[in-house]
């Protein structure tokens, strides 16, 4: 996995300050994004924290999964989390190390009291004394926060006093782009009322290790509280490696209840997010499958990155988005004239370039900007490399309304389209992960020749000379290969 070299340039470390007026929050902002463009050093917010306390507790939760590696944890890291002001609230981002689990810590209108809050997406500096800072704040003293120094600070400094260079890995980008597309699968299967979210949490395993942290338990709604099963049975949750929730520990003499959301119970392991509700605020922690399984590598995105016309209409779409809070999949669709299924294609690309987030706690889209571009993570993927490829080669071809082959050297794959629409292969990968990982590059070149056909464009069926396809990205898709633990297996192991 490469990686490069990311600066992250600040004015003065983050930090506490004591002052005439009271303690003082300043977090300092690295680059980033505004309606206005680009900016060095954005502020977007100052004012008062409703809940201190609380709020200073769940932003050190954040900066714990940014710190932390719940897959060989022996391996160190750090980055720092990523903010976004919507104008009604400010949403702190980050992943661990291992991308496997998502933490959001959204401040509600209800817990900021101040200026308005701006719009617009930065880096924040969260460093060693600030953390020992925060752990003091008490409940009943007022606490300023500032996000970005003001414009007199800015103009007063030459440049940048502090500057981290760390090994900024693609990894994040991945992760926000599968994290949007898991949880707008989740619905809420749980509510716990807090003492009973704070029993259910303290009871949950706190040790580390690859061992436990390959331990997936599944819980059940029972009145108002959570029963264990040892199945999916209908309206479980899973929870997969439950020491990786360790961060909600911080939070728990604050919370004021427990949501649990998830998709339906299927065969195997599944996301889940658990959200504590806090006085004017929401910390979510979003858990991948298996704790060896990134999200980098889930592969949600790879069908709406296949369609041709995901591209043009993500163009068009990112041209009404607004640095909203909420977004709405029918409002898209009646501004751009497109069909809601091409709406939420055209958010999928956006995704992969960092621009578009999933709230489950109110079933909407949010906007926000990285500095990176939909094309970079696309061109990076291999899955879709491959079966690009292989569409290329005329290693497609339509046998019948269901079944299509797809002819890769010696070997052949036959991808069946059942009942529901929903397409499946007899190569090892499908067998592995029935399509809980994402479609097989087999899958996504039937689909691209398929769409192509219903546009009049290229022909369906491509004859294949001497039984070859190609080679390079290509190669035979009947070998398994190890996959990282950011879930991408090798070009020839698909």
Known sequence: ????????AYLRPSAVLDG???RRLALETSGGATPLGAAAHPRFFAGFLAEPAPAAAA????ADVAAARYYQPQLRASLDPVVTANGDRLRFESFSGCCGVYARLDVLAAGLD???????TTNVDVNNPLREALSRIGRAEPLHLAVGPDALEVTTFDGPVVEKKVPLPERWLRGFAETQVTAAGFD???ELPAAEAVRFLRSLPRGGGRAGARTALWVVAAGRTLRPTT???PGAVCLPGPERLAALQRVLRHAL???VYGPVAGDGPAASAWEVVLPGMRLTLTLSPDASRGFSGEGGVLGALATDTAEPDADLVAALLAWEPRIEVADLAEQSGLTPARVRAALTRLGTGGQIGYDAAEAAYFHRQLPYDAGRAEDRNPRLRAARALVAAGAVRQESGALATVTVDDHVQRVRTDAAGALGCTCLWWAKYRGGRGPCKHVLAVGMVREAALRGGAPESGAVEGGAAGSGAVESGTAVGGAGHDGILREGAR
């Open 1 to 8: 996995m490469s990686q490069s070299a990311h600066a992250y």
């Open 20 to 22: 005439a007026a009271g």
């Open 59 to 62: 932003l050190l939760a954040v």
């Open 114 to 120: 101040g200026d308005e809050i701006g719009h617009g």
């Open 188 to 190: 809420l299967r749980a």
């Open 231 to 233: 199945r999916p049975v």
């Open 257 to 259: 209840a427990l949501r």
